[in-house]
Structures are given as C-alpha cells and as structure tokens.
C-alpha cells in the first residue's frame, strides 16, 4: 500500500488551491487521516517557514471517494508576527468533505510542565499487530504495512481512577523518515486517527457498531520523529446518542510529551434486521 511519502503528496494548482493525490486503498472511503494529513500540508506550504504548526481542528463532513483526488483551498485567515492562522476545505466533486483550522506559531520562552507518561509495557515486550491480528482485521495491517503498530494488552494497560475505557498503543514508521520537522508533524495529524475511536469500545468489545470519525482536534507540544516508538495513551471518558468522546496523549518513549488529541466520533449500534 501507499508509503507516507505517496499518502500526503500534494500538487500546487494555484497560490492557494492544492490537489492531494489518491492512492491504493482497500477502504470504501479515503482514510480521514490522510484527509487531514493533506489539508495540513497545504496549509504547510502557505506559510513562512519560521512558523511551526502548534494546533488544528478540523471537520469530517461527508465520507470521501478514495478512488479520486481531493482539491484543497487554503484561505489565509491571519499573518501575525506571532501567530498565523488558516483555514482550508477539501472537496471532491463541487461538495466539501473536510474543513480544517491551522495555527502556526514562531515560538516563544516560557513556564513548562507535562503530564508523565504512565508505566507501560515496553514496545519491544510486544508483538507487531500484523502477527497477532485476527483473520478478518488482516486488510488492516496490509492497508497500514509501512507502520509498526502495538496493542498493549488490556490486562497490562495501565489503570487510574474514574478512566473507564483506557487503551494504550505503541506505534512508529517502519522506515526512516526524511528530516524535516514539519513532515513528522503532518505524519502525526495523518497516523492520529488510527486506533484512537476504537477506544470507545474497549468496554464494548462485543457490541456490533458502525464508527466514523466526526471531528478531530490537535495540540503538538514539543518536537519528536514519528520515524521513532510514540506511546498513543488513549481513552474515552463518554458515549452515548450514538457518539463518542475519545483523547489520547502521545509520548515519545524518553516519557516526553509531544502532542494531544481529542476526537469525537460516530458509534451507532448495528440492529439485526
């Protein structure tokens, strides 16, 4: 399948409106992480390189065609000598699929504190998903084969109070990856929404649903390599009308804390019929 290279390849129709390319997939719809990943590059390359992407927000609207590529519009909301602002839509066929809100920031000294990366098993105790993974979740370790994906076992993931569905993923690109920062971050927002809804049924395990992502927010805090082990501590705190409220905090292995995500999705229950 696709390698992050080909995923979040953009091409420059106009001074502000890119097209992402579409790649080989077994899914029925563009993955939403690769959506993402593409409307943050375009934003990417509308700014300065001394600002540094800090937070997004953005959108699913309507499921997209992996078949077909996705045109971006970048609307340049705010040049500040601090800050900058963009907002940026993905259509396919005249209709919008995603919207996007970006914020870059030059950077700035001040107070630093961060949560500490709780106690987990190290990758290396683990197995690759690709090995352990059931027959019928198989497409999922060949649609994602360039990434090394670990679960931590429920029994082993680390509990606290009043968290009641907790799960904890160790996760790295197979293959070195190039330099530039800026790339590691749009690797981040693409690789952020794999596995994080699926902590929604850690308590659920046996309930048929249909989930989709709905929003997806992020905060990147410090610098990392998504080339390098990334702890995805993950939960979600509330379910209910047929949606889900998940968040995850990611570490690098050193127990520095390098992003967050919040994400709200779609977890409708499957009747029989």
Same mark, same amino acid.
């Given at each position: ?10 091409? #420059?129709?106009?001074?502000? *409106?890119?097209? @992402? $390319?579409?790649?080989? !997939?077994?899914? =029925?719809?563009?993955?939403? &992480? ?51 602002? #963009?907002?940026?839509?993905? *259509?396919?066929? @005249? $209709?919008?699929?995603? !919207?996007?809100? =970006?914020?870059?920031?030059? &950077? ?51 509990? #606290? ?113």
């Amino acid at each position: 399948m696709a390698t992050i290279e080909e995923a979040l390849e953009i091409e #420059r129709l106009e001074r502000d *409106i890119f097209r @992402g $390319a579409s790649t080989k !997939t077994q899914l =029925a719809r563009t993955f939403g &992480g690769q959506v993402a990943g593409q409307a943050l590059v375009s934003a990417v390359r509308t700014v300065e390189p001394r600002f540094q992407v800090h937070s997004l927000h953005g959108y699913f609207l309507r499921p997209g065609n992996p078949q077909e590529p996705t045109v971006y519009q970048v609307e340049r909301i705010r040049d500040g000598r601090s800050f900058c602002t #963009r907002r940026v839509t993905g *259509i396919q066929e @005249g $209709a919008a699929i995603f !919207t996007m809100s =970006a914020s870059f920031h030059v &950077g700035d000294e001040g107070p630093e504190h961060q949560d500490v990366m709780p106690e987990v098993q190290a990758p290396e105790e683990l197995p690759d998903a690709s090995t352990v993974m059931s027959p019928e979740l198989l497409w999922a370790m060949r649609e994602w084969e360039h990434w090394d994906i670990r679960m931590v076992p429920q029994e082993n993931v680390a509990r #606290r109070d009043g968290v009641v569905s907790p799960q904890q993923v160790w996760f790295r690109y197979r293959h070195p990856l190039p330099d530039d920062p800026l790339f590691h971050v749009c690797t981040l927002a693409y690789m952020s929404d794999m596995t994080l809804l699926g902590s929604s049924k850690v308590i659920h395990p046996h309930e048929p649903t249909q989930t989709a992502s709905l929003d997806h927010a992020m905060w990147f805090l410090r610098p990392f390599r998504a080339d390098d082990w990334l702890l995805y501590d993950q939960a979600s705190p509330s379910a209910g009308f047929g949606r889900a409220l998940t968040g995850g905090k990611i570490f690098t292995r050193e127990g520095r804390l390098v992003a967050a995500v919040v994400q709200e999705g779609l977890i409708r229950t499957l009747r029989e019929s």
